[in-house]
């Protein structure tokens, strides 16, 4: 079960073990709950990769990070049946690719960068499939925001939210990590490989855009 | 941390007043309390069609190396066959003049001759059966005048 801290416990917890100092890393979803990772995470992983109960293992690690998967695809992706798809086979690819996972890495940056991409290459591949124009596959999700009835009502979420479609993908993705999942630059720059400069210069541009966007409307 | 929360409070601490989408986008009751034990499922199933599908890596090889020996062996018929048919091709094109003019029927007929002296003389350790060019060889290693082996017959 996620363990549930306050906010001010938020982001960074300083554990002091016998041999040294380390940091754990906690990750926050929109739901405010704060999962304590890489230890915990880790000893998952091992149990998993030795085998020993890897299965109840995994289904652990899964209710750790399902809701922030959920969400960050969701964001991206809009539709709940579509986000159930890419969230079951990011898990999926997750699981066959734990025998490759290095120790040294953090998962909860490892499982983000596979929902992104499996995210970007759902996109893709419904813009393929359109026969509408790439660009209006956005207007195509802007107006599901307002008709789909597993989406509030909120009049300026919802505003927010289709002012985060007309942005760029990158801008787009960067914002909803930076400003919902409130990732640290570092880590984003892990995931996404770009460097921490251009990310903030990322973040800069689509809040000036989704600013101007609530200027006009 | 304080200077990263910094940061962060003065990149989003505008639209930070909007608000969070916690309860924008809503799941279906109970799809959270599910959805590890679906994809647990999936995983199982996923891992047991493998299992099906896998094959005995010692038979894969095995099928492998047949394969490739069976190409081999039909690749080497196939040149057999084709050399055979070009060889078969050749002879049949030749006419009684263009083997004249090639000088092949002097070698037959020297091939003749020649066969008949060494039967005559017994087979001097030379097989009566070999190409025409070694007997020449032969000859030439012993030092025979193949004028003496006309006169003698």
Do not use: C
């Not at chain 1, 906690?26 to 020993?52: C, F, P, W």
């Not at chain 1, 985060?164 to 570092?186: C, G």
């Amino acid at each position: 079960m996620p363990l549930t801290l306050s906010a001010k416990q938020n982001e960074f917890l300083t554990e002091k073990s016998e041999n040294n100092l380390h940091v754990v890393a906690a990750v926050t979803d929109s739901h405010n709950e704060v999962y304590l990772t890489d230890e915990s995470d880790h000893e998952l992983i091992r149990q998993i990769k030795s085998g020993n109960q890897a299965g109840k293992a995994f289904e652990s690690l899964v209710s750790r990070y399902q809701k922030m998967v959920y969400f960050h695809i969701r964001r991206m992706i809009i539709d709940h049946d579509d986000t159930n798809d890419v969230v079951q086979i990011t898990f999926i690819k997750a699981w066959k690719g734990l025998e490759n996972f290095r120790e040294d890495a953090r998962f909860y940056t490892w499982i983000y960068r596979i929902a992104t991409n499996e995210a970007l290459t759902f996109l893709k591949q419904k813009k393929r499939r359109s026969l509408i124009p790439m660009d209006d596959v956005e207007h195509q999700l802007a107006g599901q925001l307002e008709h789909d009835p597993l989406i509030s009502s909120n009049s300026l979420q919802l505003k927010l939210h289709q002012a985060i479609l007309t942005l760029p993908e990158k801008q787009r993705l960067v914002f909803h990590m930076r400003y919902f999942d409130e990732i640290k630059y570092e880590d984003m720059s892990q995931i996404l490989d770009t460097s921490v400069g251009a990310l903030k210069a990322s973040y800069h541009h689509a809040v000036n855009k989704i600013k101007s966007y609530f200027d006009k409307h | 941390v304080k200077r990263e929360d910094q940061n962060r409070n003065s990149d989003s601490g505008e639209l930070k007043e909007w608000g969070t989408d916690s309860n924008f986008f809503r799941v279906p009751d109970g799809y959270f309390e599910s959805l590890p034990s679906v994809i647990s499922n999936k995983i199982n199933k996923s891992d047991n069609t493998l299992k099906d599908n896998s094959v005995n890596p010692l038979i894969k090889w095995a099928v492998a190396a047949a394969v490739i020996l069976g190409i081999i062996a039909a690749g080497w018929i196939y040149f057999q066959k084709q050399s055979m048919e070009s060889q078969r091709q050749t002879a049949t094109v030749f006419t009684y003049d263009e083997l004249l003019s090639s000088g092949l029927i002097y070698e037959y007929e020297n091939r003749l001759l020649i066969e008949h002296y060494f039967s005559a003389a017994g087979n001097n350790g030379i097989q009566v059966s070999d190409s025409v060019r070694s007997l020449n060889n032969y000859l030439i290693d012993h030092d025979i005048d193949v004028e003496l082996i006309f006169n003698e017959l």
